[in-house]
């Protein structure tokens, strides 16, 4: 992938002498300073970053928040296992996760923090490799990593790294994304296939070997959603299919439905599991591994639940865009079965797809 491109630019930190993480370098004296200023800074390039303060100060005025905008403000921590994984590494996926979690809120997303737990013997290579993965993560989905954090645990208590990111960003005037809003017979859109994030983590960590390369589907999907929002349409709420997966993201979503709303007896959602695209092969690597497709992670894909009569229009839009070429219409919203998710099946016959009852994959975002 593009961000492994310029791994073999050499990493600044005198590698001959400091080949792999130190406790030291978390421990507030010269070498955390050392790993700090000759590392994460340049990986970051921010000169908010660079004033090497306490936190970082941002100019939100003028063009930026117009009358009537808020703030969204959002943060989320990747443990995934392996590091490298097709198609990523943990540094895309903390910033991809959260610039997504701002755009499901509507928000055009601004200014990322990144905290970094690096284990006691984490090889320095490795960590300028995730470091340059998220610049150039942050670079693609026009967002500034602002400020951070560094800490380093003992050998045998951190897993080699783990990365919280808190993101801001900008809800326009007008706008509002919540489950909230889903009103019957809206129709439930989804930006493409499903399942390959998942899937991509475990043939790492099983081993298995497929005729292609199964990818993980990360991507910033903020500049999707905004040529959606600028189409005037009525997008009512927008959830991302991370851990889960698509079944639960809407089981979520239909939960909010079925209770409390004045005058009603609560909403459902019907789905067509003939709309909804698996590549043949995800689906054959789940059943290798006994798997749902349904029900695995994504790190790239979204449902809009949109006023039926847009949602043809944003259907065009979606569709327009390189993150939405195999968008679909795959439910709707209805007046039955509150707060359940019902499912119509390639067969003709109807299922409810519940939540799952624990965890299908540990350690995947």
């Given at each position: 992938m593009d961000?492994?491109?310029?791994?073999?630019?050499?990493?600044?930190?005198?590698?001959a002498r400091y080949p792999k993480v130190l406790l030291a370098h978390g421990g507030g004296g010269r070498l955390m300073r050392q790993l700090i200023e000759k590392m994460v800074v340049p990986a970051f390039g921010s000169e908010a970053l660079g004033e090497l303060h306490d936190g970082a100060e941002l100019e939100l005025s003028g063009a930026v928040?117009?009358?009537?905008?808020?703030?969204?403000f959002t943060t989320d921590s990747f443990v995934v296992s392996p590091l490298f994984f097709p198609g990523g590494d943990i540094g895309v996926l903390a910033v991809n996760g959260t610039v997504?979690?701002?755009?499901?809120?509507g928000a055009r997303p601004l200014y990322l923090s990144a905290a970094l737990i690096l284990e006691e013997g984490l090889p320095?290579?490795?960590?300028?490799?995730?470091?340059?993965?998220?610049?150039?993560?942050?670079d693609k989905a026009g967002v500034v990593v602002v400020t951070g954090d560094t800490k380093v645990v003992e050998h045998g208590k951190g897993d080699g790294l783990f990365i919280t990111t808190a993101g801001i960003g900008?809800?326009?005037?007008g706008r509002a994304m919540s489950p909230s809003r889903v009103r019957a017979g809206d129709l439930i859109l989804l930006n493409g296939d499903v399942g390959r994030h998942g899937v991509a983590i475990m043939s790492v960590r099983e081993g298995l070997q497929f005729e292609s390369v199964i990818e993980s589907d990360t991507a910033p999907l903020a500049d999707l959603v905004t040529a959606m929002l600028d189409s005037r349409a009525e997008v009512h709420c927008l959830r991302d299919l991370t851990?889960?997966?698509?079944?639960?993201?809407?089981?979520?979503i239909a939960g909010s439905l079925g209770r409390g709303r004045p005058g009603s007896q609560g909403l459902g959602i019907v789905i067509d599991e003939g709309e909804i695209p698996v590549r043949e092969d995800v689906e054959g690597a789940c059943e290798l591994l006994g798997l749902d497709p349904l029900y695995v992670a994504n790190e790239g894909r979204f449902v809009a639940f949109v006023a039926p009569q847009d949602a043809r229009r944003v259907?065009?839009?979606m569709r327009a865009h390189p993150l939405g070429r195999e968008a679909r219409i795959i439910g709707q919203v209805v007046e039955s079965?509150?707060?359940?998710?019902?499912m119509k099946t390639r067969v003709g016959t109807n299922r409810v797809v519940d939540m799952l009852s624990g965890e299908q994959l540990p350690r995947i975002c």
């Open positions: 961000e492994t491109a310029d791994f073999s630019l050499s990493c600044p930190v005198p590698i928040l117009e009358p009537g905008a808020r703030l969204a997504n979690d701002l755009a499901m809120c320095m290579e490795t960590l300028w490799r995730v470091l340059r993965s998220m610049k150039q993560a942050a900008v809800i326009g005037p851990r889960g997966g698509l079944v639960s993201a809407l089981n979520e259907l065009d839009v079965h509150a707060g359940q998710v019902v």
